[in-house]
């Protein structure tokens, strides 16, 4: 397994969760990562990027990736959470080199409930 995630959870809305995705030391210090999330019936989408400028408006203000190079972790650092931001939350590993959508490694993914 190349990328492990936890940290999701259940929440109310507009509250706060941490999510986090932890690398093997040659992925986490080689490749770009970067955040999905896919709600029932609904399209894999991205969240946050290494590429800092990709994200959706969705989630513009609120949603905020971090690297921790001590401990090969990427956050996924969430805010102001609404409903609509239910959803699996997947890592995403990608070389420098490829566009976003162009993955190798995938994380198993962490449920994120948000409650009105």
């Known amino acids: 397994v190349q990328l492990v995630e936890s940290g999701g959870g259940m929440v109310q809305a507009g509250g706060s969760l941490r999510l986090s995705c932890t690398a093997s030391?040659?992925?986490?210090?080689?490749?770009?990562m970067d955040w999905y999330r896919q709600a029932p019936g609904k399209q894999r989408e991205l969240v946050a990027s290494?590429?800092?400028?990709k994200s959706p408006d969705s989630v513009k203000g609120r949603f905020t990736i971090s690297r921790d190079f001590g401990k090969n972790t990427v956050y996924l650092q969430m805010n102001s959470l609404k409903p609509e931001d239910t959803a699996v939350y997947y890592c995403?590993?990608?070389?420098?080199?490829?566009?976003?959508?162009?993955?190798?490694?995938w994380g198993q993914g962490t449920q994120v409930t948000v409650s009105s």
């Open positions: 030391r040659s992925i986490f210090w080689t490749y770009k």
């Open positions: 995403a590993a990608r070389r420098p080199v490829a566009a976003v959508g162009e993955y190798d490694y």
């Open positions: 290494d590429d800092s400028t």
